[in-house]
Nanobody, 125 residues
C-alpha cells in the first residue's frame, strides 16, 4: 500500500505562487506514474498534471498549461507541483495520485491506484 502525503497548500493572492509537494511512502515510487488532481467545492475532481516515471514527459490540463509545472525527485520519493500566476478559479483541494502502471489515460481518475488526502489551495482576488 502506497501512502501519499501532500503539503504546501495555503492562502495566496491572485497572481501569487505556491509549490505543492507529495511524499510517497514506498520505494516503488520511482516506478509509479504520478498525477495531480483538484476538486473545487461543488465540482468534480479534475486532472491538473501528470508525469512519467523518469520525469521525461509531463502532461497538463489546458486550464493550467503555462502556469504550472510538475516535477519529481525519485531519490526523495517526492513529486512537486509548482504553480504560478494563480487565479481565484484555481481554488480547490489538490490531490496527489499514483498509478502502478501508465495506462495512457493520465487524465482519468480510475487510472490511479493510490490517492493522498489532499491539501487546500485558496486564491484570493
Amino acid at each position: 500500500q502506497v501512502q501519499l502525503v501532500e503539503s504546501g497548500g495555503g492562502l495566496v493572492q491572485a497572481g501569487g505562487s505556491l509549490r505543492l509537494s507529495c511524499a510517497a511512502s514506498e520505494r516503488t515510487f520511482s516506478s509509479s506514474f504520478m498525477g495531480w488532481f483538484r476538486q473545487a467545492p461543488g465540482k468534480e475532481r479534475e486532472f491538473v498534471a501528470a508525469i512519467r516515471t523518469n520525469g521525461g514527459r509531463s502532461y497538463y490540463a489546458d486550464s493550467v498549461k503555462g502556469r504550472v509545472a510538475i516535477s519529481r525527485d525519485n531519490a526523495k520519493n517526492t513529486v512537486y507541483l509548482e504553480m504560478n500566476g494563480l487565479k481565484p478559479e484555481d481554488t480547490a483541494v489538490y490531490y496527489c495520485a499514483a498509478a502502478r502502471a501508465y495506462s495512457g489515460a493520465y487524465y482519468y481518475l480510475p487510472s490511479y491506484d493510490y490517492w493522498g488526502q489532499g491539501t487546500q489551495v485558496t486564491v484570493s482576488s
